[in-house]
Nanobody
Framework: QVQLVESGGGMVQDGGSLRLSCAASGRTFSIYNMGWFRQAPGKERESVAVSSLSGGMRWYRDTVKGRFTISRDNAKNTVYLQMNSLKPEDTAIYYC??????????????????WGKGTLVTVSV
């Protein structure tokens, strides 16, 4: 079992920045691909950013490329999502995810083994 706890969400103005953190406990963190998903009101959950086991491969949704950065610290069992130049359309609940299977590109929810409870990010105009 892996427990994931997100933090760092909140309210920010258009153009602002936030840094989300996801602390993992339980089984060995380094054997899991880690990622962030988000779900906006009235929309389906979508993959936002993914980091492979070592962090050597990263993927970003087109709408966040150049603004968001995913990173992981395997020594601290933590994955981060630095979000800059935030826009109102980034408003959503952001979920941390861990899984053993990742083939590259957008991460299918079917390959996620563990989910955090989510943290709310609100970007105001």
């Amino acid at each position: 079992q892996v427990q994931l706890v997100e933090s760092g969400g909140g309210m920010v103005q258009d153009g602002g920045s936030l840094r989300l953190s996801c602390a993992a406990s339980g089984r060995t963190f380094s054997i899991y691909n880690m990622g962030w998903f988000r779900q906006a009101p009235g929309k389906e959950r979508e993959s936002v950013a993914v980091s492979s086991l070592s962090g050597g491969m990263r993927w970003y949704r087109d709408t966040v490329k150049g603004r968001f950065t995913i990173s992981r610290d395997n020594a601290k069992n933590t994955v981060y999502l630095q979000m800059n130049s935030l826009k109102p359309e980034d408003t959503a609940i952001y979920y941390c995810a861990a899984g053993r299977i990742y083939y590259g590109g957008s991460w299918s929810e079917r390959n996620v083994d563990y989910w955090g409870k989510g943290t709310l990010v609100t970007v105001s105009v």
